[in-house]
């Protein structure tokens, strides 16, 4: 769980990345400069024969105590409007490519998958391209694979995601446990879920499981692959508001919930990313980057009943607005909920 300070330091750090708008930029402190480690991993209980077991086993046991607390929560306050679900759309970015590019995508998705290092040629931009459509379709890949020149050639790269800075892998079986630990963990929590409850709070369900399972994370200058990615979000528990948006966006995409991220076209410290979602009502943004900051910002300590108010609800499913321009003319269509009407305090 959470710990008051990081969330005092992370609401002063989201500035950094825009992630809170208008807000001075602080001072770096020895907490903020210092370089994020692997966490130790908690001890835990061999889990049953037939069930995750070694570091997927330590992270679902985590993600389980969050789960027992959002689900009861929500089915004690539910949102007062219904709307069924909306099935989540494959992006299929490789159908967007060039012959060429979709020949890379395909030889570096064979390389991901079966963690068998390939090494091919390809031009610079047409390699990029393809790497960027198989992160999004694929978005395990992203937390242990990348692609490095090798002389006139790229060479595929496998990394420890929870290792920084970030450097080739030694022990290609710990790669794969974690990124089993992610599929895993995602998979667990988009099955605590119940089929009863309105799209509404599935949303709001996984939204809880990121803000509550994350602390922002922000090192003045140098950035982790993890927090950047949707594993920080889901598995290790820090991110930044990329991380947030794309850990978001994949528990939808395995709780079969349309999502999809959308970023500001700033590529300066006033970046930022959120994501769209699909009601009976509309289209509607949810940014849970700031449904977090928002607890951080104005309490002095907190519970889960805090997540009930209006300072989690402003950012969540909400109308398009002056704070959240996307850069390829995303926008929404529903109409704004009066949310206050939700809840009797």
């Known amino acids: 769980m959470k710990k008051l ?202 939204a809880y499981y990121i803000i509550l399972n994350t602390e922002y994370l922000h090192t003045h200058g140098t950035t982790p692959n993890y927090v950047t990615c949707a594993y920080g979000a889901v598995v290790n528990g820090y991110s930044i508001c990329q991380g947030y948006a794309l850990g978001f966006e994949y528990l939808c995409r395995v709780a079969n919930l349309d999502c999809r991220r959308v970023r500001n076209p700033f590529n300066d410290d006033n970046m930022h990313f959120w994501d769209i979602v699909t009601l009976d009502q509309g289209t509607y943004y949810v940014d849970v980057t700031w449904s977090d900051s928002a607890i951080a910002l104005h309490q002095q300590s907190w519970t889960i009943d805090d997540y009930a108010d209006e300072r989690f609800f402003r950012w969540f499913v909400f109308p398009a607005d002056d704070h959240h321009p996307s850069d390829d003319g995303t926008t929404t269509n529903g109409r704004a909920f009066d949310k206050k009407s939700w809840y009797i305090f």
């Open 5 to 206: 300070i990081a969330l005092l330091l992370a609401a002063a750090a989201l500035a950094l990345c825009g992630c809170v708008p208008g807000r001075p930029e602080p001072e770096p402190s020895a907490a903020a400069t210092a370089a994020p480690t692997e966490s130790a991993a908690p001890s835990y209980s061999p889990a049953p024969l037939d069930g995750p077991t070694g570091y997927a086993a330590v992270r679902i046991d985590h993600a389980r105590e969050l789960m027992d607390l959002i689900i009861p929560f929500i089915q004690a306050h539910p949102i007062p409007v219904y709307s069924a679900d909306h099935g989540y759309v494959f992006p299929d970015k490789r159908s967007g490519l060039t012959p060429a590019e979709a020949e890379l995508y395909d030889t570096m998705k064979k390389s991901a998958e079966s963690f068998e290092a390939a090494v091919f040629e390809g031009g610079e931009q047409e390699t990029q391209n393809a790497l960027a459509a198989l992160f999004v379709d694929e978005p395990v890949t992203e937390t242990y694979f990348t692609v490095r020149r090798d002389g006139s050639r790229w060479r595929s790269v496998f990394f420890d995601p929870e290792v920084y800075p970030f450097a080739p892998a030694e022990d290609i079986g710990l790669v794969r446990e974690k990124a089993a630990a992610f599929t895993a963990v995602g998979e667990y929590v988009a099955s605590r879920i119940p089929d009863d409850f309105s799209a509404l709070d599935k949303y709001r369900a996984l």
